[in-house]
């Protein structure tokens, strides 16, 4: 292990390992705090590494972001949801296989230590990997909403829409939508044979501006009924699950395990903050962290360092499901 972690950074980690696996082996109750660094293995490029989502839409210059991040905004989804349904297909969850680190975290529920496991991934390869006690705290595609009636579907109607570039557009108040939108038209073609029958008279006399029927515009809530998957913009809140499980959670957590991460997007980046200082966190990641100070640092790559460590504690971490190849 101290070879692995060696190999990435010069720095003396011995007695950090040593102390990560000796909590390790009398730890009761984990949290695991995930994020895109243990899927990077697996082929799903992370967000803010120099070859993660963000570089590589920023290079690219397809879709004329003023930010990388726009694309996973919701003021600009409302905007140009055309943008982000040419882009989805390219992290919609397909044939991946769970890593090492999905798969240690499914071991940890198996040996019943694992209180839960906070991912902000969307790629569900957790739950893939057989973790039943996942929290996907910036959801998922697995189901998917209409922004205007807000009815929710499963996210399967809406993979043939993402697969084929289109945008989906809600049946349930398609309907209402296409009425609202009729009315509008109808109202402002009444107002310009008005105001066209008004520039006539208007040789004999002045119209009563009082007459004006302003009060009586169709009213239009602007939405047109897109349906976005269930996945977290930037400036959408959380599900109030979050919240509710982090409030039970740090009053049991007797260890918190933070993976490949950068630890850069609130509030899940606040988890340490709510848990009692008392409690140890061990930090798995490729590259250090430097506005939060975890107990124990193990820096390098997460999937060899959870097997080097499973390897110490005579852990054996279970095979890909359904024997895929790892
Ligand atoms: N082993 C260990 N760490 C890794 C590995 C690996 N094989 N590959 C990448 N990493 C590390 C990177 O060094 C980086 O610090 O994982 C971290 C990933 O950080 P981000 O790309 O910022 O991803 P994440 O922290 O999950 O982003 C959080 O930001 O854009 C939003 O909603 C999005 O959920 C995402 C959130």
Known sequence: LSRVLRRREKLPQENTVDDAVRLLSTAKRIIVLSGAGISTSCGIPDFRSSTGLYAQLQAEGKYELDDPQQMFDISYFREHPEVFYSFAKQIYPSNFVPSPCH???KLLEDRGVLLRNYTQNIDTLESLAGVTNVLQCHGSFSTASCLRCKDRMPG???EPYIMSQRIPYCPKCRPQRDAEIAAIKAYRAQRRAKSKSKGKAKATWDDDETEDDDDDI???SGEPGIIKPDITFFGQALDS???ECLFRDREQ???LVIMGT???VAPVSEVLSHIPHSVPQIFINLTPVTHVKPDICLLGDADSIVTALSDRLGWSIPP??????A
């Open 156 to 158: 399967s109607v809406i």
């Open 218 to 220: 169709p009213e239009w």
């Open 103 to 105: 798969r240690w975290i």
């Open 320 to 325: 890909p499901p359904h024997g895929d190849a």
């Open 241 to 243: 699950e979050f919240d």
């Open 253 to 255: 957590v007797d260890l």
């Open 262 to 264: 950068s630890l850069k």
